[in-house]
T-cell receptor, first 113, second 112 residues
Protein backbone atom coordinates (compact mmCIF):
# COMPACT_ATOMS: atom_id res chain seq x y z
CA UNK A 1 0.00 0.00 0.00
CA UNK A 2 1.11 3.54 -0.67
CA UNK A 3 2.57 5.72 2.02
CA UNK A 4 1.25 9.20 2.69
CA UNK A 5 2.96 12.44 3.69
CA UNK A 6 1.26 15.08 5.80
CA UNK A 7 2.46 18.24 7.52
CA UNK A 8 3.21 17.71 11.17
CA UNK A 9 1.01 20.50 12.44
CA UNK A 10 -1.35 23.26 11.32
CA UNK A 11 -3.28 26.09 12.90
CA UNK A 12 -6.68 27.43 11.96
CA UNK A 13 -8.87 30.21 13.30
CA UNK A 14 -12.27 29.22 14.62
CA UNK A 15 -14.96 29.68 11.98
CA UNK A 16 -12.53 29.58 9.09
CA UNK A 17 -11.97 26.70 6.69
CA UNK A 18 -9.23 24.24 7.57
CA UNK A 19 -7.47 22.75 4.55
CA UNK A 20 -5.36 19.70 5.38
CA UNK A 21 -3.11 18.43 2.59
CA UNK A 22 -1.89 14.90 1.99
CA UNK A 23 0.58 13.59 -0.57
CA UNK A 24 0.23 10.02 -1.82
CA UNK A 25 2.35 10.06 -4.96
CA UNK A 26 2.71 6.26 -5.16
CA UNK A 27 -1.01 5.52 -4.89
CA UNK A 28 -2.19 2.75 -7.18
CA UNK A 29 -5.32 2.73 -9.29
CA UNK A 30 -7.54 0.74 -6.94
CA UNK A 31 -6.50 2.41 -3.69
CA UNK A 32 -8.92 4.71 -1.93
CA UNK A 33 -7.95 7.73 0.15
CA UNK A 34 -9.33 7.70 3.70
CA UNK A 35 -9.29 10.36 6.36
CA UNK A 36 -9.64 9.80 10.08
CA UNK A 37 -9.17 12.03 13.06
CA UNK A 38 -8.18 11.29 16.63
CA UNK A 39 -9.00 13.49 19.56
CA UNK A 40 -6.57 13.05 22.44
CA UNK A 41 -6.88 9.67 24.20
CA UNK A 42 -9.82 8.54 22.08
CA UNK A 43 -10.12 6.11 19.19
CA UNK A 44 -9.78 7.47 15.65
CA UNK A 45 -13.00 8.59 13.99
CA UNK A 46 -13.75 8.00 10.33
CA UNK A 47 -14.32 11.22 8.39
CA UNK A 48 -14.53 10.55 4.68
CA UNK A 49 -13.05 8.54 1.83
CA UNK A 50 -12.83 8.72 -1.95
CA UNK A 51 -11.31 7.17 -5.05
CA UNK A 52 -11.26 9.74 -7.85
CA UNK A 53 -14.11 12.17 -7.48
CA UNK A 54 -14.43 14.83 -4.87
CA UNK A 55 -16.61 13.81 -1.94
CA UNK A 56 -18.62 15.70 0.63
CA UNK A 57 -20.46 14.64 3.74
CA UNK A 58 -21.75 16.31 6.86
CA UNK A 59 -18.29 16.49 8.37
CA UNK A 60 -15.97 17.50 5.56
CA UNK A 61 -15.10 17.64 1.88
CA UNK A 62 -12.37 15.66 0.16
CA UNK A 63 -10.68 17.06 -2.90
CA UNK A 64 -8.54 14.59 -4.87
CA UNK A 65 -6.27 15.88 -7.64
CA UNK A 66 -6.80 14.56 -11.15
CA UNK A 67 -3.57 12.55 -11.04
CA UNK A 68 -4.62 11.25 -7.57
CA UNK A 69 -1.18 11.98 -6.17
CA UNK A 70 -2.50 14.30 -3.51
CA UNK A 71 -5.67 15.25 -1.72
CA UNK A 72 -7.01 17.89 0.63
CA UNK A 73 -9.44 17.48 3.47
CA UNK A 74 -11.55 20.58 4.01
CA UNK A 75 -13.35 21.38 7.24
CA UNK A 76 -15.51 24.27 6.03
CA UNK A 77 -16.11 26.04 9.34
CA UNK A 78 -13.65 24.78 11.91
CA UNK A 79 -14.68 24.75 15.57
CA UNK A 80 -12.65 24.23 18.70
CA UNK A 81 -13.91 20.64 18.79
CA UNK A 82 -12.15 19.97 15.50
CA UNK A 83 -8.79 20.21 17.28
CA UNK A 84 -7.34 16.73 16.72
CA UNK A 85 -4.76 14.70 14.83
CA UNK A 86 -5.90 14.03 11.27
CA UNK A 87 -4.69 10.91 9.47
CA UNK A 88 -4.67 10.37 5.73
CA UNK A 89 -4.25 6.76 4.64
CA UNK A 90 -4.63 4.89 1.38
CA UNK A 91 -5.90 1.36 1.06
CA UNK A 92 -7.78 -1.15 -1.02
CA UNK A 93 -11.12 -1.98 0.62
CA UNK A 94 -11.32 -5.50 1.91
CA UNK A 95 -9.96 -6.97 5.09
CA UNK A 96 -7.35 -9.10 3.40
CA UNK A 97 -5.34 -6.05 2.49
CA UNK A 98 -5.44 -4.36 5.82
CA UNK A 99 -2.28 -5.75 7.31
CA UNK A 100 -0.26 -3.46 5.09
CA UNK A 101 -1.95 -0.25 6.17
CA UNK A 102 0.52 2.40 7.18
CA UNK A 103 -0.68 4.92 9.72
CA UNK A 104 1.73 7.83 9.82
CA UNK A 105 1.87 10.51 12.48
CA UNK A 106 -0.85 12.60 10.86
CA UNK A 107 -1.36 16.36 11.08
CA UNK A 108 -2.02 17.89 14.46
CA UNK A 109 -4.64 20.59 13.81
CA UNK A 110 -5.09 23.30 16.40
CA UNK A 111 -8.23 25.42 16.02
CA UNK A 112 -7.73 28.70 17.83
CA UNK A 113 -10.46 30.98 19.20
CA UNK B 1 -26.72 2.54 19.02
CA UNK B 2 -24.21 0.29 17.30
CA UNK B 3 -20.55 0.57 18.11
CA UNK B 4 -17.44 -0.97 19.57
CA UNK B 5 -16.90 -1.26 23.29
CA UNK B 6 -13.47 -1.66 24.77
CA UNK B 7 -12.95 -2.39 28.41
CA UNK B 8 -11.47 -1.44 30.72
CA UNK B 9 -10.47 2.11 29.81
CA UNK B 10 -7.43 1.98 32.09
CA UNK B 11 -5.58 -1.15 33.14
CA UNK B 12 -2.60 -1.65 35.38
CA UNK B 13 -0.58 -4.82 35.30
CA UNK B 14 2.35 -6.13 37.26
CA UNK B 15 5.34 -7.32 35.32
CA UNK B 16 5.13 -11.00 34.49
CA UNK B 17 1.35 -11.12 34.44
CA UNK B 18 -0.89 -11.82 31.47
CA UNK B 19 -3.82 -9.48 30.94
CA UNK B 20 -6.80 -9.63 28.56
CA UNK B 21 -8.34 -6.59 26.90
CA UNK B 22 -11.96 -6.87 25.86
CA UNK B 23 -13.41 -5.73 22.52
CA UNK B 24 -17.08 -6.21 21.62
CA UNK B 25 -18.96 -4.87 18.56
CA UNK B 26 -22.64 -4.94 17.67
CA UNK B 27 -22.21 -3.61 14.14
CA UNK B 28 -22.33 -7.04 12.51
CA UNK B 29 -18.91 -6.31 11.03
CA UNK B 30 -16.93 -9.21 9.65
CA UNK B 31 -13.41 -7.96 10.28
CA UNK B 32 -11.86 -6.89 13.58
CA UNK B 33 -8.43 -5.50 14.38
CA UNK B 34 -6.14 -4.69 17.28
CA UNK B 35 -3.74 -1.76 17.08
CA UNK B 36 -1.16 -0.42 19.44
CA UNK B 37 -0.36 3.28 19.69
CA UNK B 38 2.72 4.68 21.42
CA UNK B 39 3.49 8.36 22.02
CA UNK B 40 4.86 9.99 18.89
CA UNK B 41 4.12 6.96 16.72
CA UNK B 42 1.37 5.94 14.36
CA UNK B 43 -0.97 3.01 14.87
CA UNK B 44 0.66 -0.40 14.48
CA UNK B 45 -1.34 -3.52 13.68
CA UNK B 46 -1.07 -6.37 16.20
CA UNK B 47 -3.62 -8.91 14.95
CA UNK B 48 -6.63 -8.95 12.68
CA UNK B 49 -9.49 -11.34 12.01
CA UNK B 50 -11.59 -11.52 8.87
CA UNK B 51 -14.05 -14.19 10.05
CA UNK B 52 -14.91 -16.20 13.13
CA UNK B 53 -12.29 -18.75 14.17
CA UNK B 54 -9.66 -17.19 11.93
CA UNK B 55 -7.08 -14.52 12.66
CA UNK B 56 -3.78 -13.33 11.25
CA UNK B 57 -0.67 -11.75 12.74
CA UNK B 58 -0.08 -8.10 12.07
CA UNK B 59 3.23 -6.29 12.15
CA UNK B 60 3.92 -6.56 15.88
CA UNK B 61 2.21 -9.78 17.05
CA UNK B 62 5.03 -11.05 19.28
CA UNK B 63 3.94 -11.24 22.91
CA UNK B 64 0.24 -11.03 22.08
CA UNK B 65 -2.52 -13.56 21.45
CA UNK B 66 -6.14 -13.29 20.28
CA UNK B 67 -9.23 -15.41 19.75
CA UNK B 68 -12.32 -14.97 17.59
CA UNK B 69 -14.90 -17.46 18.85
CA UNK B 70 -17.81 -15.12 18.18
CA UNK B 71 -18.34 -12.54 15.47
CA UNK B 72 -18.98 -9.87 18.09
CA UNK B 73 -15.89 -10.44 20.21
CA UNK B 74 -12.14 -10.19 19.63
CA UNK B 75 -10.24 -10.21 22.94
CA UNK B 76 -6.52 -9.46 23.06
CA UNK B 77 -4.22 -11.05 25.62
CA UNK B 78 -0.99 -9.26 26.43
CA UNK B 79 1.35 -11.95 27.68
CA UNK B 80 4.39 -11.71 29.90
CA UNK B 81 6.46 -12.27 26.77
CA UNK B 82 5.62 -8.76 25.53
CA UNK B 83 8.69 -6.80 26.52
CA UNK B 84 7.20 -3.31 26.48
CA UNK B 85 3.44 -3.60 26.95
CA UNK B 86 2.72 -0.11 28.27
CA UNK B 87 0.72 1.54 25.46
CA UNK B 88 -2.70 2.66 24.23
CA UNK B 89 -4.55 -0.27 22.63
CA UNK B 90 -7.25 0.29 20.03
CA UNK B 91 -9.76 -2.19 18.66
CA UNK B 92 -11.49 -1.60 15.33
CA UNK B 93 -13.91 -3.32 13.02
CA UNK B 94 -15.00 -3.01 9.41
CA UNK B 95 -17.35 -4.60 6.91
CA UNK B 96 -15.39 -6.90 4.67
CA UNK B 97 -15.88 -4.87 1.53
CA UNK B 98 -16.32 -1.38 2.82
CA UNK B 99 -13.71 1.17 3.56
CA UNK B 100 -14.37 2.70 6.92
CA UNK B 101 -13.08 1.44 10.22
CA UNK B 102 -15.02 1.93 13.43
CA UNK B 103 -12.74 2.25 16.44
CA UNK B 104 -13.35 1.69 20.10
CA UNK B 105 -12.38 4.28 22.68
CA UNK B 106 -9.21 2.43 23.60
CA UNK B 107 -7.61 0.81 26.63
CA UNK B 108 -4.56 2.40 28.22
CA UNK B 109 -2.38 -0.35 29.68
CA UNK B 110 0.34 0.48 32.17
CA UNK B 111 2.80 -2.03 33.54
CA UNK B 112 3.81 -1.25 37.10
Amino acid sequence: DAKTTQPTSMDCAEGRAANLPCNHSTISGNEYVYWYRQIHSQGPQYIIHGLKNNETNEMASLIITEDRKSSTLILPHATLRDTAVYYCIVRVPGAGNNRKLIWGLGTSLAVNP
Amino acid sequence: DGGITQSPKYLFRKEGQNVTLSCEQNLNHDAMYWYRQDPGQGLRLIYYSQIVNDFQKGDIAEGYSVSREKKESFPLTVTSAQKNPTAFYLCASSLDKSGGYTFGSGTRLTVV
